[in-house]
Structure formats: C-alpha cells, structure tokens
C-alpha cells in the first residue's frame, strides 16, 4: 500500500508518515516547507519506505506508480500562520485540494481531508456535534482559513457525490505534541517558550475561552481509523476535556516547573469563546477515544521543548 501524505513535513503530517511506516504502507509525502519543517523527518530519510518532494501542492503534480491513498493534510494551521500567509491558505484550501482530489481519483485511491473544528467558527453550540453547522464570520481575519477548510469539504463531498471518490472528512480539535514549532504562535508553544524561559504567559483577553487539548498519538489513531473505516462524512476527532486556557496556562506553569507569572493582552478578533468536540461519532463509528491524558502528554511534549530550547541556547 502506497500514501501520498501532503504537509508530511508539518506537525500533524510527519507523525501520520511515521504511523503509516509502521503500519507497512510507503509514503511519498509532499511538502512546500511553508510552515513544516525538514527536520521533521529527518529520521526517514534513507528509509526505502519514504520519499519526500519539496512541493507546492496548489501546482499539479504527476505522481508515478500506483497511490491507494492521498491524505491530504498540506495548510497553515497556526491562527499566526495564516494571519502571516493568508492567500497561500485559501489556495491550498481550494487549489490544493481540488489537485489532490483530482489526484485520487486518477489514481482510484482513497482520499482524507484534514479539516478542522474551525469549521464550527465561534460556536453557539457547546460541545459541538458534526450536525452543527457553524458560526463562522466569512470575512473577518480568521476567514481565510474557516472558509478554505469548509471551500475544502464542500469540494471533498462534491467530488465523492458526483465524481465517486472514496472520500473521508476529519474535523481536528486542538491538538498538540513532540513536532510542533516553537514560534508557531499557537498557545501551547508559546506558553512552554514562556514558561521555560522565564517570561510572562501571555494569556488573551481574560482567560476564560475554552479549548480541548488532544494528545498528537491519540489523533493520528483517529486518522488511521478513519481512513480504514468506509464513511464519507465529517468525523470529530479531538478530546473531550475542556479547560479556560487560564488553567491551562496554569497546568504548562506546573509541568515546567517554573515561576513565570502570566500577562493578559488582547483577545484576536474572532477568538472562538468555546470549543469542546462531540465525540460520539468517532466513539461509535471508529471506537475511537482519547487514551493520553494532559497529565501524560504535557509533561512529554515540555521535554521536547526543553531541548529545542537548549539547543537554540548553544
Ligand atoms: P503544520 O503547519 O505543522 O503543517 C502543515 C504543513 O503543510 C507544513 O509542513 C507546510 O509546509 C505544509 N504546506 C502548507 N501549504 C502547502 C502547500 N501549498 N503545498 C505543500 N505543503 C504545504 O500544521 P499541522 O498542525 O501539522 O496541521 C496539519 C493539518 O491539520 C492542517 O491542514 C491543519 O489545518 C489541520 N489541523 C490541525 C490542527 C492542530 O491542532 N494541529 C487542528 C485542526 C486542523
Ligand atoms: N492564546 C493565548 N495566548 C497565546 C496564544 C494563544 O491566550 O500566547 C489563546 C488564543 O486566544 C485562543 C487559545 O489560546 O483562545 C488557543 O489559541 P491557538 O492559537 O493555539 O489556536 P486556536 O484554537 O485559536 O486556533
């Protein structure tokens, strides 16, 4: 079995090659190095089982030989990230995916978009089920990316309806771990920078938005299920526990061990008040749920940060 894995350099995209390596597939993962990283599987290289191509997938590309599955995970995904790159988003959202759709198609492979909860916008509707249409401002500065992911599933379900791809939807939930980028902007690698270099936490507005924080192993499980399950709607995958991102900032302070004090600065246009995934569907259809607690996760995903860190130092 043969996978194309777009944004295999990013964070989600390399743990995904690693998972499918194991599970004896070859990975072709293509990459722009927009927002990913080479370094991220540097591991893989010499490996038989992977190749990688510098790509920008919102550009076709003729794939030789034979592709079971596309998974298609190639977006900036930090708010920081596509505030910087916001045209790029919208073109991989819709460029890029018609390219990868197009793609298995040709190829009669499976297809997986990599959505995400963002698609709910700022929800009314607290812990959000996939029946939930959203609330979703199309224009403002988060725009770029809420719409390119629900542009990406319209088209996802367009081409499965009309043009018979195997096709699969994940909607991701926060999720975090060893891989991420230490300046992505997001909260996680910003508070562990902070904490363990002695700065304020810079906590937006007053702390009291919620986010649900899902163990990076736990995710790519998910995935894999669902690309081996048979459905072709939109599947929640992320963790049910939901936490202000004030006790969060309180839980990286206790893992870190440090003194850092936190700051509050203002809260980005748009910020999403709530955000708790429904995971019923995911229990039911793929017998899926979280087994890495935040009090597992965390403490390895500070270690990993505590070497980037030293070795940023020397
Ligand atoms: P990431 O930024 O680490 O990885 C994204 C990868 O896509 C990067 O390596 C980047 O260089 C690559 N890329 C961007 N544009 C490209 C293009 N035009 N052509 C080729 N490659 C391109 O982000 P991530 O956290 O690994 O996110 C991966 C996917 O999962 C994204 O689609 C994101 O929207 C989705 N997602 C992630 C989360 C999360 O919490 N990490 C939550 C919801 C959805
Ligand atoms: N956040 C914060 N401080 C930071 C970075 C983010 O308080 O340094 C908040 C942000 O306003 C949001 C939450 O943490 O409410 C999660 O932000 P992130 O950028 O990680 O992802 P989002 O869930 O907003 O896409």
């Known amino acids: 079995m043969r996978a194309v894995v777009t944004g295999g350099a990013g964070f989600l995209g390399s743990h995904l090659s690693d998972l499918l390596i194991e599970k004896g597939w070859d990975v072709l993962a293509l990459d722009n190095l927009l927002t990913g990283n080479a370094e991220n599987v540097a591991h893989l290289a ?74 709910y916008g700022d929800p009314e ?29 319209a088209l996802t379900m367009a081409y499965h309806r009309t043009r018979g791809v195997n096709t699969r939807i994940v909607r991701i939930f926060n999720t975090y771990g060893p891989r991420m980028r230490l300046n992505d902007g997001r909260v996680l690698p910003n508070f562990v920078y902070q904490a363990l270099t002695g700065q304020p936490l810079t906590v937006y507005g007053d702390g009291k938005q919620t986010r649900s924080f899902c163990y990076v192993s736990d995710l790519i499980d998910g995935i894999y299920r669902l690309l081996e399950s048979d459905h072709h709607e939109p599947v929640n995958v992320g963790n049910p526990r939901e936490m202000t991102i004030l006790e969060f900032a309180e839980q990286v302070l206790k893992y870190t061990g440090s003194k850092s004090g936190i700051r509050f600065e203002p809260l980005p246009v748009d910020d999403p008040k709530r955000r708790c995934p429904d995971i019923t569907k995911a229990r039911q259809l793929l017998g899926w749920e979280p087994r890495v607690t935040l009090e597992e996760g965390l403490p390895r995903t500070v270690e990993f940060f505590r070497r980037v860190v030293q070795v940023q130092k020397a």
Not at 141 to 146: A, I, K, L, T
């Open 46 to 119: 010499g490996n038989p089982r992977f190749e990688f191509i510098r790509h920008d997938v919102t550009k076709s590309i003729a794939v030789d030989g034979a592709v079971d599955a596309v998974l298609h995970l190639a977006s900036p995904a930090s708010p920081v990230d596509y505030h910087q790159f916001p045209i790029e988003t919208l073109e991989v959202g819709s460029l890029g995916t018609r390219n990868m759709l197009e793609l298995a198609q040709a190829k009669g492979a499976r297809f997986l978009m990599a959505s995400t909860s963002e698609c």
């Open 125 to 153: 509707v607290s812990p959000q089920p996939e029946t939930y249409w959203g609330h979703v401002n199309p224009i403002g500065p988060r725009s770029v990316y809420d719409e390119a992911k629900r542009f990406s599933e």
